[in-house]
């Protein structure tokens, strides 16, 4: 498998919602090419029909009756946010 | 002896004789806390006034007469990714520094209904990310064998705080081995039951199809009782198991005979350092002299467990951690002038270097184009890794190999290569990757001074028979008594 650049590395970290620094975006290259090659170690396995595994136990859709049930007061919903205004949390204009 | 080292029904004993009450227990988890914590940094919070008041009312409850539960009276710490209402919880992120939460999770809530008492949160690598404590957002947990040394990870403060004696029991959660490995490093017990067992409500999510608290305990008794306290079907768990709780406690009968035990080969051998070796090699002797049998069994794709495990577990953590946006709760940073910068910035600044580093894994892993070649592949060795566990377990009662390859690793030693540092976990990652359920007990000391732990590995569902096991080894050898020498009594 092809190595990941220093370019993919940033595209990676924009769809993260993560800002790198310079030195990150240069060590998460290296890093993320060192674990890549390690992860490569898995194409020594024909998996070609073998069934991926997403859960462990055989737990299926879990269905609930769809019924009104108390929630938390408002209050305490927004006690955590950095910002709320009129029972919203507030976050900076999306549109100009 | 500390208060802690007596047995449940001894402290039970103790309360209803009122030679003991609930805010005595309380106090010595505090005093042993303010006294000696400074050591080893195991707690992040302590909870002194809610435990204080929540201990009056228990022992209100013994006056009037009420029946008492499970834990009656027993102090806990939890560790900080187990939501508590009203004590900050963390997961030991910046991100989280000042997050207070409004709910109890499903465990935190168990515990309480059975009469225990929050007294603390606990130390861990951040998002229970790391094997060492030493991605703590806030400061690294020492382990109190020797302070040089790492506790281990990610519940690194549960175990040191256990293996000091700080509270009764401590809570873990187990990922990749976060509950058995620092259990071993710090000679205590750790439990990791069944996938589903115990409610991941309220459990800060890290990796889903994976993540299991459990208990750390200084015997397996504890773990038993602890175990039957917090097991159980949850509303508001959907992956938790809709399956009975046995009694657990009645499984502890001491008797091993006719067990057929099998030692995978690749658990063993290379890369299993020699006195690991040798304490569990000496462990399976002692099980044959109590009547169990062992043979040499292959887990073929023993090798492929970890690269397909930090594939699958940085995927889950990429999509669980996209909740840290900086709008509900957490830390936002101040300098974003629009919504995508807000996240970005308030990420960035919030998140430390392993975490970032599993976000982009877990990202790269899923993206366009690459999830066929990663993410796929590794469910798919999954499997084959569940099938090595189903062959051995057509013929065996349980597997037992080492907890960890080596003791604990020294503070900084692998830092700086993340790939050497996940490599430590060959032992414990199969495990979760299979949903079953694992244990580790002390099995001796290294020359350096420093546990050794045993794993005994059962089938889904069947925690009596790993507890029963594990019981009996730890009864008739006495490893788990050994504390390290400056911890009180």
Redesign the interface.
């Known amino acids: 498998?092809s190595a990941?650049t220093r370019k993919?590395?940033e595209h990676?970290?924009n769809?993260?919602?993560?800002?790198?620094t310079e030195e990150?975006a240069e060590?998460?290259t290296k890093?993320?090419n060192?674990?890549?090659d390690?992860?490569a170690?898995?194409?020594?396995?024909d998996?070609s029909q073998?069934?991926?595994?997403?859960?462990?136990?055989d737990?299926k859709n879990?269905m609930?009756e769809d019924v009104n049930r108390p929630s938390?007061p408002i209050a305490?919903?927004l006690?955590?946010?950095?910002?709320h205004e009129d029972d919203q949390?507030k976050?900076?204009?999306?549109f100009e | 002896m500390s208060l802690f080292d007596k047995r449940l029904s001894e402290i039970h004993s103790a309360l209803r004789a009122k030679e003991l009450s609930v805010t005595d227990l309380v106090q010595a988890s505090v005093a042993s806390i303010k006294e000696h914590d400074d050591q080893i940094k195991s707690v992040l919070e302590v909870d002194e006034e809610g435990a204080l008041a929540h201990a009056r009312k228990l022992d209100e409850q013994l006056v009037k007469g009420e029946e008492l539960g499970l834990l009656y009276g027993l102090p806990a710490g939890l560790k900080d990714n187990m939501v508590t209402k009203g004590i900050r919880t963390t997961c030991a992120s910046k991100f989280l520094s000042n997050y207070d939460p409004v709910y109890d999770g499903t465990v935190s809530q168990k515990v309480k209904e059975a009469g225990s008492v929050i007294v603390a949160k606990l130390n861990m690598d951040e998002f229970a990310m790391g094997g060492s404590n030493e991605n703590s957002g806030f400061f690294p947990t020492k382990n109190p064998w020797n302070t040089d040394y790492v506790p281990g990870g990610s519940s690194g403060g549960s175990a040191a705080a256990m293996a000091a004696r700080h509270f009764y029991y401590t809570l873990g959660s187990d990922t990749g081995g976060s509950i058995r490995q620092p259990a071993a490093f710090c000679g205590v017990v750790g439990l990791k039951p069944t996938y589903g067992r115990v409610s991941r409500f309220g459990l800060v999510a890290f990796a889903s199809s994976l993540d299991q608290i459990g208990p750390i305990t200084k015997n397996v008794e504890d773990a038993a009782y602890v175990l039957q306290a917090i097991a159980g079907h949850d509303a508001y768990d959907s992956t938790s198991a809709n399956v009975e709780v046995p009694d657990f406690l009645s499984s502890l009968t001491g008797d091993v005979k006719g067990l057929r035990i099998g030692v995978p080969k690749e658990l063993i051998g290379e890369g299993i350092d020699s006195e690991v070796r040798d304490a569990v090699l000496a462990a399976l002797k002692q099980l044959e002299s109590l009547g169990a049998t062992w043979s040499e069994v292959s887990m073929p794709h023993t090798e492929y467990a970890v690269p397909a495990y930090y594939l699958l577990a940085s995927s889950e953590a990429s999509s669980n951690l996209a909740r840290f946006d900086g709008v509900r709760y957490g830390v936002r940073a101040d300098n974003a002038d629009n919504l995508i910068e807000l996240y970005k910035e308030s990420r960035s600044q919030g998140f430390g270097p392993e975490v970032k580093r599993r976000i982009m894994l877990g990202t790269y892993a899923l993206s366009s184009g690459y999830y066929d070649a990663y993410y796929k592949k590794a469910q798919q060795v999954r499997t084959l890794i569940i099938q090595d566990f189903n062959n051995i377990f057509a013929d065996f009662d349980v597997i037992l190999h080492p907890t960890t390859p080596t003791t604990a690793f020294k503070i900084g030693e692998k830092v700086d290569d993340p790939v050497k540092m996940y490599l430590e976990d060959i032992c414990t990652v199969p495990v979760n990757l299979a949903g079953l359920p694992a244990i580790s007990v002390p099995c001796g000391f290294a020359k350096s001074g420093l546990p050794i732990g045993l794993q005994i590995v059962g089938k889904a569902f069947d925690e009596s028979t790993v507890l029963r096991v594990a019981h009996a080894y730890e009864q008739s050898v006495g490893h788990h008594l050994r504390k390290p020498e400056w911890v009180r009594g």
């Open positions: 498998m990941i993919e590395v990676v970290a769809l993260a919602r993560l800002q790198l990150e060590r998460y890093d993320l060192a674990i890549l390690f992860a170690k898995l194409n020594e396995l998996t073998v069934q991926p595994t997403s859960h462990a136990t737990v879990v609930r938390l305490e919903v006690k955590n946010a950095p910002d949390f976050v900076p204009a999306v």
